[in-house]
């Protein structure tokens, strides 16, 4: 599953992925598949809002979850609202990866042949990436959604946003 802010710069995005697809078929002998919204959901139609609605089913069904970060991507609330998913379901931080779309050394790194995906050192940890998380700077660029996401998260008023920035941070 990969997790970006869709304003994000869609060439950087482009270029990363296509370095790790080819690091990860060197080191496995096959492509990777990728789970990104963008493609996988028309949200014009009303007929994909279903799969748009049901999207921590696609979180949970990964066996990686990927942050293209950038400073965009913590101002986005779908974006937090997929990493709650993972932390939600079963809490392994062990398949998040955050890869940033902001430093020019994080493809470079991708691009050298003994690099390792699982090891490089431009990979950032989810502590890193969003250590000042506030859920009230987050938005969705959809209001509806940005009301019903903040409707389960205040669930229980204000002791609802502080619970889930904790578990975000």
Known sequence: FISHAHKDNHEAKFRVL???AERF?????RQPTFWLDTVCIDRRNPSEQLKFQLTSVFVMACDKFLILFSGNWCTRLW??????TVFAMDGDVRRIRVLSLNKPQATAALTRTNSNPETVTDWVT??????DF?????KCWSKADDRKIRTIIGA???SGQRRFNAIIH
């Open 156 to 158: 229980n008023g204000r």
């Open 134 to 138: 506030d859920v009230k700077d987050a």
């Open 79 to 84: 974006c937090i609202w997929e990493l709650n």
């Open 18 to 20: 296509s370095e790790l």
């Open 126 to 131: 989810p502590e890193e990436a969003l250590r």
């Open 25 to 29: 078929e060197e080191q496995h002998g």
